[in-house]
């Protein structure tokens, strides 16, 4: 039998977004602290026990490493947040996978006025990287999955589904 494994992890660079929750959290904990104390007393202190939770809470969710893992046939994104708690984000079949090149490859032109399609960024979102492109089909939907994928594993993908691979 003949099976074919990779896998490669990149983590996500903090959305502009995200680091205003942060910062929007923390200046909240520390407001009610310094002023709430004065105005409020003892309820100040459960507000803050309340925003300390939330803190702890969503953290994790702001801090993202996606995994990608390709095993004989399918790959496989993962989202781990802060680096203990593991989500499947998303399971393709490579039997529905019409394309994979670089992004911004000529071979995805036909894909790229097809106004039901949709994109789903599984990049480390930096400035210089050169991701990848699977469009997916499922059914009428079509889904450009942007991804970072290790040599090896572009190597086992080709291996597996040469025709869907393009170097271009």
């Not at 490669?8 to 929007?24: F, G």
């Not at 002023?35 to 026990?49: D, E, H, K, N």
């Not at 593991?86 to 006025?113: C, T, W």
């Amino acid at each position: 039998m003949n099976e074919s494994y990779a896998e490669a992890s990149v983590k996500q660079k903090a959305s502009p977004v995200n680091l205003l929750i942060k910062a929007a959290l923390i200046a909240a904990v520390i407001f009610v602290l310094l002023f709430g104390m004065a105005y409020f007393g003892p309820f100040a202190i459960v507000a803050v026990g309340v925003l300390v939770l939330v803190c702890v809470l969503v953290f994790p969710y702001l801090s993202v490493e996606i995994e990608y893992v390709f095993c004989d046939g399918q790959l496989d994104f993962d989202k781990i947040y802060s680096g203990n708690k593991r989500k499947q984000a998303l399971r393709i079949d490579f039997e529905n996978v019409e394309q994979m090149a670089p992004a911004g490859s000529h071979a995805l032109d036909s894909y790229q006025n097809n106004p039901s399609l949709k994109t789903m960024d599984f990049t480390s979102r930096e400035r210089d990287i050169h991701p990848y492109a699977i469009v997916v089909r499922k059914g009428e939907q079509l889904t450009m999955l942007l991804f970072e994928p290790s040599e090896k594993m572009i190597a086992a993908i080709k291996q597996k589904a040469p025709r869907k691979v393009s170097e271009y």
